[in-house]
């Protein structure tokens, strides 16, 4: 059964950092082109990254270019997503999204529960 | 930055009844378009991949239409499991999210 586990979310300051991680299983991994989704409590989704099978690709959304870094471990099964210089507007939960065919840019057949990052003083 | 723009925003139906989602693009997507459909606490769940291609599992009252630009979902007739939140995604460039339909118990 293909699972995805998200953690790693949390309270943190602004300015402060994050580092969101997810456990993939019942599929080869590094097979696939792997997604960062997130959504605002109350609010619709958006998404913020994704990553090539080698990790030698990488697109962020405008919003977190330069902030956030997306890194994936093939031997692990595992994508993480680094969050630096937090804003109160990143507060979301954070969905680790599987592609349905493996490619860039597609539809997403497989998420994980999320993981809840809140940004407040 | 291709934008996509949901119609409506909260739509109130009865078990039984047909239901259309419009979804526009700011430009052309090909076929390049996903339904999902969202209940609360829950991850979203895809419905429809390529503008109209039903996903495995998803009851075949669900449909999609559309290409290029304006995409439909039909719900041919509402079931009680139905009321739920529902969002297209272009995956043409990028990807991005419509803001959603909330369908309600009218």
């Known amino acids: 059964e293909v699972q995805l586990v998200e953690s790693g979310g949390g309270l943190v300051q602004p300015g402060g950092s994050l580092r969101l991680s997810c456990a993939a299983s019942?599929?080869?991994?590094?097979?696939?082109?792997m997604n960062w989704v997130r959504q605002a409590p109350g609010k619709g989704l958006e998404w913020v990254a994704n990553?090539?099978?080698?990790?030698?690709?990488?697109y962020y959304v405008d919003s977190v270019k330069g902030r956030f870094t997306i890194s994936r471990d093939n031997a692990k099964n595992s994508l993480y997503l680094q969050m630096n210089s937090l804003r109160a507007e990143d507060t979301a939960m954070y969905y680790c999204?599987?592609?349905?065919?493996?490619?860039?840019?597609?539809?997403?057949?497989?998420w994980g529960q999320g993981t809840l990052v809140t940004v407040s003083s | 930055d291709i934008q996509m723009t949901q119609s409506p925003s909260t739509l109130s139906a009865s078990v039984g009844d047909r239901v259309t989602i419009t979804c526009r693009a700011s430009?052309?997507?090909?076929?390049?378009l996903a339904w999902y459909q969202q209940k609360p606490g829950k991850a979203p769940n895809l419905l429809i991949y390529?503008?109209?291609s039903l996903q495995s599992g998803v009851p075949s009252r669900f449909s999609g239409s559309g290409s290029g630009t304006d995409f439909t979902l039909t719900i041919s007739s509402l079931q009680p499991d139905d009321f739920a939140t529902y969002y297209c995604?272009?995956?043409?460039?990028?990807?991005?999210f419509g803001q959603g339909t909330r369908v309600e118990i009218k």
């Open positions: 995604q272009q995956y043409n460039s990028y990807s991005t």
């Open positions: 390529k503008a109209s």
């Open positions: 430009q052309s997507i090909s076929s390049w």
């Open positions: 990553i090539k099978q080698d990790g030698s690709e990488k």
């Open positions: 019942g599929f080869t991994f590094s097979s696939y082109w």
């Open positions: 999204a599987r592609p349905l065919h493996g490619g860039a840019y597609e539809s997403f057949d497989r």
